[in-house]
């Protein structure tokens, strides 16, 4: 437990109060308790101080008490270069992801060129019956999917998702917005034609019209639809 009192008080030095409130405003669900209060930058330094022995134990020590020691393994798994390794963090963390900060910080650098395996573990995880696992699957898909190497076949895996939970239709919708902004011609028909849920349609367009990605043709169109 050496390691784990070494980082708290590192984290501790740079907490803040104020950003402690401003955090638990932008996330519900956060234990007031469990919010240290330090900010991202600042996150990150504290990762870069760790060496790799200390980085590799401390993502063993689940579950964390932290909102910010979840950050930190976020950090810690989006640089890993071994993409097996990261996708077997990923799946031992998915359990203890309980909110959308500590869920949209996962992105490894590793699955811009290895894509494959990552796919696989995708279409896993969009049909899981947890929240943060779900989003996850489809900020992946958002994340890494949507340029050169896009698919049709991707549309149709986030349109097929249906949920009642804010934070998954928020994510479907972030991507189709995006999807948008850098596939227009094979993602308008989905709205055209009303493939999507009222409320990820709803929360899409506003999101597109609201992107400065998105033509002010295509927001015209999307708006009368």
């Not at 022995?53 to 890993?80: D, R």
Request: glycine share 2%; proline share 4%.
């Amino acid at each position: 437990m050496v390691l784990i009192e070494k980082i708290r008080a590192r984290l501790y030095e740079c907490a803040d109060p104020g950003y402690a409130a401003f955090s638990l405003s932008l996330t519900p669900g956060l234990d007031a308790d469990a919010v240290i209060g330090v900010r991202m930058p600042q996150l990150r330094q504290i990762c870069r101080e760790m060496t790799t022995e200390e980085k590799k134990e401390f993502i063993t020590l689940l579950p964390h008490k932290y909102h910010e020691e979840n950050n930190l393994h976020s950090f810690i798994i989006s640089e890993m270069k071994d993409e097996d390794e990261c996708l077997s963090a990923i799946e031992a963390f998915l359990p203890y992801i309980s909110n959308w900060a500590t869920c949209d910080t996962i992105i490894p650098k590793i699955f811009k060129k290895h894509k494959t395996k990552l796919l696989s573990r995708v279409r896993e995880w969009i049909s899981s019956d947890r929240v943060y696992t779900v989003r996850i699957g489809v900020g992946m898909l958002m994340k890494f999917f949507l340029d050169n190497d896009f698919s049709p076949e991707y549309n149709d895996m986030v349109a097929g998702i249906t949920s009642d939970e804010y934070y998954v239709n928020m994510m479907c919708a972030w991507y189709f917005a995006t999807a948008l902004a850098k596939q227009y011609d094979s993602t308008v028909p989905y709205f055209e034609l009303h493939r999507l849920t009222p409320t990820v349609h709803k929360m899409a367009v506003r999101k597109a019209v609201e992107s400065f990605r998105v033509t002010d043709e295509h927001k015209k169109y999307l708006r009368s639809l």
